[in-house]
């Protein structure tokens, strides 16, 4: 918080910093008066943080707009929240792509850029392009790097709080990669990296379809299912950041992968060949029997996988994300099975951010990390203990 004021605060004015920071961030373009009476800080302390904040550039003076000023003479000064005082990063890290979302301090994104990427790229070249996606972002942005404060990133994998990634089986050499620590050389700020269906979880809380519950579990469905959760709405990561690897659930007696599920011709696909899963559910919605053979066999292992998340945490709220939420047939087979396994059923939907909902929770995990940092903000539900 030092860095906020340029001094060495107290407790108590870190907190009053932080709540009228809120405030500012929330009311707009308050007036003093406004401050005083939104947070219940006596004037004289409002003035002294405001007057801390402006030295920090994290607060300007707002122009009133000229009706107010031409009824009231002089209007009272107005202030407001500089956004623009910093910036964030939010990057995914998958198979077929690498994206990022730029934001300000208000968490609003404001840019975003992609990538497409080979399932076979080695690590080296996937980080690459991780970096040539983030530079041409802030190129065309007019973003200057060293103004960024946070960068978070979703990445498949068991990752420490380090941001190693432990195992890593969905992208070549990724197992063992010191994912946080190769990227921190690009940048002078904070680089969080995260699960990527923890982050796409921490999304759906955020701005998605669970913005109304606090006890979800999104399933990113795929050929290795994963799966994040929020329980109380903080992210639930177990004690080695294990938890929801959804993927292995085949080893406890069914031993027949997603892949071989998946398989018409007796073959199984490739594990990361997306657009051979597509084929195969397209077919089955034209009528194919195998197809539909296929994807039924798939949808009971997913349900089995979901279910088993269901019984052991009790979610209000199954978000269903990646692939499988763009082809149709998922959600009704989903609740209907659920029904028959769970003792309390939970509400199944669809993602409301699609491709972009890791990108987005890896931008509310770097916003979590600066507003816990910087601003003395407590509650953060992607804060690592």
């Given at each position: 918080m030092s860095r906020l004021t340029g001094g060495d605060p107290s407790l108590l004015r870190r907190i009053n910093s932080a709540v009228v920071l809120h405030a500012l961030r929330g009311a707009g373009s308050p007036t003093l008066t406004d401050l005083t009476r939104i947070t219940g800080l006596s004037r004289p302390t409002v003035e002294g943080v405001v007057e801390g904040l402006f030295e920090a550039g994290l607060v300007?003076?707002?122009?009133?707009?000229?009706?107010?000023?031409?009824?009231?003479?002089?209007?009272?000064?107005?202030?407001?929240?500089?956004?623009?005082?910093?910036?964030?990063?939010?990057?995914?890290?998958?198979?077929?792509?690498?994206?990022?979302?730029?934001?300000?301090?208000?968490?609003?994104?404001?840019?975003?850029?992609?990538?497409?990427?080979?399932?076979?790229?080695?690590?080296?070249?996937?980080?690459?392009?991780?970096?040539?996606?983030?530079?041409?972002?802030?190129?065309?942005?007019?973003?200057?790097?060293?103004?960024?404060?946070?960068?978070?990133?979703?990445?498949?994998?068991?990752?420490?709080?380090?941001?190693t990634v432990r195992l890593g089986t969905a992208l070549p050499g990724w197992t063992g990669l010191p994912l946080g620590e190769r990227l921190r050389r690009s940048f002078r700020c904070p680089v969080l990296v995260e699960n990527d269906a923890n982050a796409a979880a921490v999304a759906e809380h955020w701005k998605g379809a669970a913005t109304d519950s606090d006890d979800i579990v999104f399933v990113l469905a795929g050929l290795s299912p994963g799966a994040g959760s929020l329980i109380g709405g903080r992210l639930h990561r177990g004690f080695g950041g294990a938890a929801g690897e959804i993927g292995a659930l085949h080893l406890l007696g069914r031993d027949v992968t997603p892949e071989h599920l998946l398989s018409t011709t007796g073959t199984p696909l490739e594990p990361l060949d997306e657009q051979a899963v597509a084929v195969v559910f397209a077919k089955a919605r034209q009528g194919d029997a195998e197809a539909q053979a296929a994807v039924e066999r798939f949808l009971q292992r997913l349900v089995h996988d979901v279910a088993a998340l269901a019984l052991a945490l009790d979610p209000e709220l199954v978000v269903v994300g990646g692939w499988a939420a763009g082809l149709d047939g998922v959600l009704e087979p989903l609740r209907r099975e659920l029904a028959r396994y769970c003792l309390r059923p939970p509400r199944v939907t669809l993602s409301l951010l699609g491709e972009a909902a890791v990108a987005t929770g890896a931008l509310r995990l770097a916003l979590d990390h600066v507003e816990e940092q910087l601003f003395a903000v407590e509650g953060a539900v992607t804060t690592r203990r």
């Amino acid at each position: 918080m030092s860095r906020l004021t340029g001094g060495d605060p107290s407790l108590l004015r870190r907190i009053n910093s932080a709540v009228v920071l809120h405030a500012l961030r929330g009311a707009g373009s308050p007036t003093l008066t406004d401050l005083t009476r939104i947070t219940g800080l006596s004037r004289p302390t409002v003035e002294g943080v405001v007057e801390g904040l402006f030295e920090a550039g994290l607060v300007v003076e707002a122009h009133p707009d000229e009706s107010e000023a031409r009824r009231q003479g002089r209007p009272a000064r107005r202030f407001r929240f500089r956004a623009e005082a910093g910036y964030l990063l939010g990057v995914e890290i998958g198979p077929h792509r690498v994206s990022a979302l730029l934001s300000g301090l208000d968490g609003r994104v404001t840019g975003a850029g992609s990538r497409t990427v080979s399932e076979t790229a080695e690590a080296d070249e996937r980080l690459d392009q991780v970096r040539a996606v983030i530079a041409d972002l802030l190129r065309r942005t007019g973003v200057a790097r060293n103004s960024l404060r946070a960068v978070g990133v979703g990445s498949p994998g068991i990752v420490e709080a380090d941001g190693t990634v432990r195992l890593g089986t969905a992208l070549p050499g990724w197992t063992g990669l010191p994912l946080g620590e190769r990227l921190r050389r690009s940048f002078r700020c904070p680089v969080l990296v995260e699960n990527d269906a923890n982050a796409a979880a921490v999304a759906e809380h955020w701005k998605g379809a669970a913005t109304d519950s606090d006890d979800i579990v999104f399933v990113l469905a795929g050929l290795s299912p994963g799966a994040g959760s929020l329980i109380g709405g903080r992210l639930h990561r177990g004690f080695g950041g294990a938890a929801g690897e959804i993927g292995a659930l085949h080893l406890l007696g069914r031993d027949v992968t997603p892949e071989h599920l998946l398989s018409t011709t007796g073959t199984p696909l490739e594990p990361l060949d997306e657009q051979a899963v597509a084929v195969v559910f397209a077919k089955a919605r034209q009528g194919d029997a195998e197809a539909q053979a296929a994807v039924e066999r798939f949808l009971q292992r997913l349900v089995h996988d979901v279910a088993a998340l269901a019984l052991a945490l009790d979610p209000e709220l199954v978000v269903v994300g990646g692939w499988a939420a763009g082809l149709d047939g998922v959600l009704e087979p989903l609740r209907r099975e659920l029904a028959r396994y769970c003792l309390r059923p939970p509400r199944v939907t669809l993602s409301l951010l699609g491709e972009a909902a890791v990108a987005t929770g890896a931008l509310r995990l770097a916003l979590d990390h600066v507003e816990e940092q910087l601003f003395a903000v407590e509650g953060a539900v992607t804060t690592r203990r």
